[in-house]
């Protein structure tokens, strides 16, 4: 739904057009994960189950978010699991599975974004403590989530850094991803 998603893209390219770049990045993301042989359910929220059936069709499994902010919603995601974000245009094939594997043998593995969030978060057991009172959308998501780690003990994999597409400026990098 225009408005709902990408919202710091609005004020350059519109409503409708953040939008159309949020439906691409999904479906990339979608590609990807399929791709990478992984298992994946795309966690929802913002519109009915039966609209994003519509999109994305019967194969992909769906699961409400449910309330709260992004910490709440993702602490309800049971372990063993990878979190990913949708909005990165770079992810690849290789960094699922370089996550996928690290979870072998290793109880978290962190992709760290450019702006100094994650793209991706894989536990093998639950993790609450990385999402309760977290200050989510600042440059200090992954310095904190690293600091909350090392107070437990927990020595994670961390993978190639990644940028994601949140602002304006962003979308000099991904040209092809334009409205």
Same mark, same amino acid.
């Given at each position: 739904?225009? !408005?709902?998603?990408?919202?710091?893209?609005?004020?350059?390219? %519109? @409503? @409708? %057009?953040?939008?159309?770049?949020?439906?691409?990045?999904?479906?990339?993301?979608?590609?990807?994960? @399929?791709?990478?042989?992984?298992?994946?359910?795309?966690?929802?929220?913002?519109?009915?189950?039966?609209? /994003?059936?519509?999109?994305? %069709?019967?194969?992909?499994?769906?699961? #409400?978010?449910?309330?709260?902010?992004?910490?709440?919603?993702?602490?309800?995601?049971?372990?063993?699991?990878?979190?990913?974000?949708?909005?990165?245009? %770079?992810?690849?094939?290789?960094?699922?599975?370089? $996550?996928?594997?690290?979870?072998?043998?290793?109880?978290?593995?962190? !992709?760290?974004?450019?702006?100094?969030?994650?793209?991706?978060? !894989?536990?093998?057991?639950?993790?609450?403590?990385? /999402? &309760?009172?977290?200050?989510?959308?600042?440059?200090?998501?992954?310095?904190?989530?690293?600091?909350?780690? @090392?107070?437990? !003990?927990?020595?994670?994999?961390?993978?190639?850094?990644? $940028?994601?597409? &949140?602002?304006? #400026?962003?979308? $000099?990098?991904?040209? #092809?991803?334009?409205?």
């Amino acid at each position: 739904m225009p !408005g709902a998603a990408k919202t710091r893209l609005i004020p350059a390219i %519109g @409503a @409708a %057009g953040a939008a159309l770049i949020h439906r691409r990045l999904v479906e990339r993301t979608l590609a990807t994960v @399929a791709d990478s042989g992984l298992p994946c359910e795309l966690r929802f929220t913002g519109a009915a189950r039966s609209d /994003f059936a519509a999109w994305l %069709g019967d194969s992909v499994m769906l699961a #409400d978010q449910g309330d709260g902010d992004l910490g709440a919603r993702m602490a309800r995601v049971p372990a063993p699991a990878i979190l990913l974000g949708a909005d990165v245009p %770079g992810l690849e094939v290789r960094h699922l599975r370089a $996550a996928a594997e690290a979870l072998v043998d290793r109880d978290v593995v962190v !992709g760290p974004a450019e702006d100094g969030g994650y793209y991706l978060l !894989g536990f093998r057991q639950p993790t609450p403590f990385l /999402f &309760d009172a977290m200050i989510w959308g600042t440059d200090r998501v992954v310095a904190e989530t690293m600091r909350r780690l @090392a107070a437990r !003990g927990i020595d994670p994999v961390t993978l190639e850094t990644l $940028a994601d597409l &949140d602002t304006p #400026d962003d979308l $000099a990098r991904w040209p #092809d991803l334009m409205p």
